[in-house]
Structure formats: structure tokens, C-alpha cells
């Protein structure tokens, strides 16, 4: 035994390049044996809004065939085969009643990094509010922006209001075309739903001057009848210091446009009255 150390240590002297080559190798491989089996893994939680990944870019909104490609449990996962990644939420909603989306995923992930230091990287990229993000599911590719970031559950609790929507010049088809009871879904629950409608005339006038003013008439013959619409509705917002946030993004309060839609109406235009 003694000669065979003898002339292994020999040839690592003479072969050192070797020598070192195998070094690496064996101290990479109980590095792995370690993390593997003895260091726990650390898990934070994400809020990710689904695009190209940086927040200050304007991109296109997905469309609806990527909301349905996107499923609540899906995983990524390691070469190991182990998840390091996990959809635990999923919430869309109409872009200003087009045909495209704001999607949100919760997502869990597997970090490294120091709860001390409050710094994360998600595979070898740090990770933090406004990073974007790039997520590999095994039937679809995901880029985003972080949004959200806790070391804990995120809580999407929402709270239930009453809120009234205007629309001073409406076509008449328009009130026909709300319907009580209609709803929006946001993949988790009803977060939007119509309880009451109401219309009374309102006129607008129809030509021009020329000028490039309107003037203030009440000649039938220079006005178009339009309606004055207000729509009651039930909504469900999360409550941000002292504002009302619905979609994540959009802020709620007396004067500003209505940012929902429904499948059968969209409230293009429509400002909020107040809110309950």
C-alpha cells in the first residue's frame, strides 16, 4: 500500500496538469453531493406580469390562446428533474377591452442566496422588483417582469365594492347591450359583475362650425340623441396603503376611466363615478 501512494504521488507530481484536472472534478462533485443532500433549499415567492421582461418597454400583450396555453401547478424543473419553479396563481384581465391581456402568475421558486442580505438569484440571474424573469414550462416559454417579491405567500386577498360607471354621450345600443348579471372571470373568481343599469337622453351636437367648435345647441336639427348611462356594479380590488387597486395595476377613484371589460361589453370610456 505504501508503494502504490508512493507512486501515486509520483505521478500526480509528474502529471500535474492531470493532477489539477482531476482536483477540479472531485471538488466540484462534493460540492453537488453537498447542496444536494445537505444544504436546504431556499424558496421565495414571485409576482410576474407576463411580457417581454422589461417593464419599461411597451410590448404587445399576449393574447387569449397564451392565457389558455398557461395552467395553475405547472413546473419547471432542474436536470435532476427537480421543480425550481411552480405556478401557484394565474389571473388575467381584459387590456382596455381589446382582444389582449395583463397576465399574473405567483410563482414559487428556487433561490439561492441570504435572508440577512434580502438578495436572490433564480438561475444564476438576481431576481428583484422590476428584473425580468424567463421561466421554461414544459409546454410553453414564459417572460416576464418581477412585480412582487416575498419570502412569504403571496396574499392576493380582494375586497368586495359597489362602483358606479358613467357614460355622458352613449349610443342607444349601447345600454342594450349591458345585461345584469354579466360578469368577468379572472381565472380565479368573478371579480366583476353588473348589478343595475340605468339611461336618461342626452344630445350631442352634430355639425361643426367650421371653425373647428362646436356650438351649444338644443335645435333637434343639429343634434344627435345619445344616452346618458349609469351602470352599477359589484367589484372585487386590493386595497394598497390608501388606494384601490383592480388588475394589479389600475388604480380606482371618482374621475378616472374604467379600466374592465366583460365577454359582452366592453366599458370603453366609461368614467368612474364613485366607489362604495
Known sequence: ???????????????????IFLACIVFVGLVSFYKLFFVQPTFVYAKVKVGQGLWWATTQHPSFWFVESLKKGMEETDLTGEPIAEIQDLLYYSYYGGSQYDIYLNLKLKATGSQKTKKYNFKRSAIGVGAPIDLEFPTVQVSGTIIELSEKPINDGLVEKTVYLTKKYAYPWEYDAIQIGDKFYNGREVVFEVLDKSQSDSY????????????????PSQTELRKYIIVKAKIKIRPFGDKLIFG???????????PVSTDAYAFNNFLIEKVE
Open 204 to 219: 350631442e351636437t352634430a355639425i361643426n362650425t367650421g371653425s373647428g367648435e362646436f356650438p351649444n345647441t338644443t335645435d
Open 248 to 258: 394589479e395595476e389600475h388604480i380606482i377613484s371618482p374621475g378616472r376611466t374604467s
Open 1 to 19: 500500500m505504501k508503494k502504490f501512494f508512493k507512486k501515486l504521488w509520483k505521478f500526480a507530481v509528474t502529471n500535474y496538469f492531470v493532477s
